[in-house]
């Protein structure tokens, strides 16, 4: 019997009206299971960020259908959706969105506090030591954090709530070299390690090429899907 996908796009579609009318993603279907590792790859301006957003709910002005372990998404209010995200979805930015009057323990904190964990202090510890921050590190506000650094504080708020998936958009971006390839070990560190299912969104051919599959994206559609032997 075919396992549930975590998470499912069925035929989606979505359009931009403003300045003027764009269909910028066309009939966007597939499945990502359970312990897997996808990109999705194109251009700038091939949709892919957009389709991260609508996959995490956070963009809810598409048509389809959004599936989250065969639970249907699409048409819940935003109160529910944003309660669902909390619970299940992980996401990093590419800005890191970290609240800048709290400090990076707080920023992990908060997720865990806004479901009820008891235990969010000490958890919120255990995940930034486990992406390799100090907790001299912990106690400072995000600009007293390097990029790196704020990134790393991104993927342990996105672990917060061990959810289903984590979806990750541009996880390098705004990084030197150096930095983003630590930030990618951590990534396929959490996938192989903890078989933690994660979503990223990628221009990187090379960075790419390293998950199990690539979704590669192309004026809105679906060009290809690659898996890796």
């Known amino acids: 019997m075919p396992m549930t996908p975590v998470l499912e796009a069925r035929h989606i579609d979505k359009y931009f009206t403003k300045p003027v009318s764009f269909h910028v993603l066309k009939d966007i279907g597939f499945g ?56 299940h979805i992980g996401f990093v930015f590419q800005s890191f969105q970290l609240l800048s009057n709290m400090t990076a323990h707080e920023n992990v904190r908060l997720p865990m506090e806004l479901l009820g964990i008891a235990e969010a202090e000490s958890r919120a510890q255990e995940l930034l030591e486990m992406v390799g921050l100090s907790a001299e590190q912990a106690d400072k506000y995000p600009h007293q954090l390097s990029g790196g650094q704020a990134r790393r504080v991104g993927i342990a708020r996105a672990l917060a709530n061990d959810p289903a998936i984590i979806l990750a958009d541009e996880p390098t971006g705004n990084l030197d070299s150096s930095t983003g390839e630590r930030i990618i070990e951590l990534l396929f560190a959490l996938n192989t390690e903890q078989r933690t299912t994660l979503v990223m969104v990628t221009h990187d051919e090379q960075l790419a090429s390293r998950c199990e599959r690539r979704i590669r994206l192309e004026s809105g559609r679906i060009l290809s899907e690659e898996c890796r032997t």
């Open 32 to 87: 990502i299971q359970p312990g897997e590792f996808a990109s999705i790859m194109g251009k700038s301006g091939s949709g892919k960020s957009t389709l991260l957003y609508i996959l995490s709910t956070m963009d809810t002005e598409y048509t389809g259908s959004l599936y989250l372990k065969g639970e249907l998404l699409t048409g819940k209010p935003a109160n529910r959706l944003s309660a669902i995200r909390n619970a």
